[in-house]
T-cell receptor, first 118, second 115 residues
Framework: DSGVTQTPKHLITATGQRVTLRCSPR?????VYWYQQSLDQGLQFLIQ???????AKGNILERFSAQQFPDLHSELNLSSLELGDSALYFCASSVATRALTSGANVLTFGAGSRLTVL | AQKITQTQPGMFVQEKEAVTLDCTYD???????LFWYKQPSSGEMIFLIYQGSYDEQNATEGRYSLNFQKARKSANLVISASQLGDSAMYFCAMSNLYNFNKFYFGSGTKLNVKP
């Protein structure tokens, strides 16, 4: 168990629908990152939050939105779903946004939420 | 712009042999970190090893070592004494050490360990 909790693990829905993916970061981690991994592809960075504030945006569609709450959990909202949105969505967390001198500020990943859009 | 390149989509290795997974990167940053992650068929992403751009010695973590050649901008992962459980996708990643907003991932290498 990495300490990063993602729910749901699997989700099947229809085109046009809206879903919410939830992430609880590892205890003590302030930063949350969302990544999308489509079939047989690498990870695409979507968005990052640090202590409740959006810090960086990647290739996130306008139909997608996210937020980080005061208790540091984060939600990724996907709306007007299309077939191409089917993917594994990862949440990752880290301690801070700056490297720690003692070593890596490593991204710790959750187990992912597998979304299937039919 | 940052870029990570993994040129080996798939590799085979015999059990108990060593294998090197290639990773090259492109960055204009002076301070950066390089990471390797393992993704088994179950899907989770597991952190393996880290190398900082200012680290003079190559990082090692058990059977994993990172062959860091800064001038060539390469950060190859070496797995010694391969085990069947090493069969997985392996991703190389990079981040600026002072701007941890984005981690850049390579496309991955699928490693198959043969008995």
């Amino acid at each position: 168990d990495s300490g990063v909790t993602q729910t749901p693990k699997h989700l099947i829905t229809a085109t046009g629908q809206r879903v919410t993916l939830r992430c609880s970061p590892r205890s003590g981690d302030l930063s949350v990152y969302w990544y999308q991994q489509s079939l047989d592809q690498g990870l695409q960075f979507l968005i990052q939050y640090y202590n409740g504030e959006e810090r960086a945006k990647g290739n996130i569609l306008e139909r997608f939105s996210a937020q980080q709450f005061p208790d540091l959990h984060s939600e990724l909202n996907l709306s007007s779903l299309e077939l191409g949105d089917s993917a594994l969505y990862f949440c990752a967390s880290s301690v801070a946004t700056r490297a720690l001198t003692s070593g890596a500020n490593v991204l710790t990943f959750g187990a992912g939420s597998r979304l299937t859009v039919l | 712009a940052q870029k990570i390149t993994q040129t080996q989509p798939g590799m085979f290795v015999q059990e108990k042999e060593a294998v090197t997974l290639d990773c090259t990167y492109d960055t204009s940053d002076q301070s950066y970190g390089l990471f390797w992650y393992k993704q088994p068929s179950s899907g989770e992403m597991i952190f393996l090893i880290y190398q900082g751009s200012y680290d003079e010695q190559n990082a090692t973590e058990g059977r994993y070592s990172l062959n860091f050649q800064k001038a060539r901008k390469s950060a190859n992962l070496v797995i010694s004494a391969s085990q069947l459980g090493d069969s997985a996708m392996y991703f190389c990643a990079m981040s600026n050490l002072y701007n941890f907003n984005k981690f850049y991932f390579g496309s991955g290498t699928k490693l198959n360990v043969k008995p």
